[in-house]
């Protein structure tokens, strides 16, 4: 996001490529500016954890939360959607060494995150089960989960 800012001083006429970064932040900075109202949304679709997300890469810009915002954030920050994705975090945490050991058991892990109630775990165990088999697809699958988030918010939240 800091580099993004650079944009807003190049001129769209000389720089091209300057207009496509100028219309993505714009959109992170229209997010920043209501994130409770985001929270909502995001709580909506069953991905509130992903709120953190955006507040770090507020953070990166230098916009962190005051203790008011703070306490509007708490309860997608926190809630159960967010205990949830901890819960991915400890399943994959205690998972993946065992995985890397045999393979095979990557069916149970599957079923394991598919139990969770979070779409980021469901798609997660959708991932896995796609790379049955593929031990390197499976580590690379693993080795990403915990950019979920990241991933969702640029691709669906803001097309990029």
């Not at 915002?69 to 993946?96: F, I, S």
């Amino acid at each position: 996001w800091p580099r993004m800012q650079v944009a807003k001083e190049l001129d769209g006429q000389l720089v091209p490529a300057a207009v496509d970064v100028q219309r993505k932040l714009a959109a992170l900075e229209a997010v920043f500016a209501d994130l409770p109202s985001e929270g909502a949304r995001l709580e909506k679709q069953g991905r509130a954890v992903a709120l953190r997300q955006l507040v770090a890469w507020a953070a990166l810009g230098g916009a962190e939360p005051d203790r008011a915002l703070a306490a509007k954030l708490k309860p997608y920050l926190e809630g159960a959607q967010a205990t949830q994705w901890d819960r991915v975090a400890k399943t994959l945490e205690t998972w993946t060494p065992r995985l890397a050991k045999d393979p095979n058991l990557a069916t149970e892990l599957a079923d394991r995150l598919a139990a969770i109630k979070c779409a980021f775990a469901a798609e997660l165990s959708a991932d896995v089960r796609a790379a049955l088999g593929h031990p390197e697809r499976l580590a690379s699958v693993l080795a990403g989960a915990s950019r979920a988030p990241a991933r969702w918010l640029a691709r669906e939240r803001f097309g990029w």
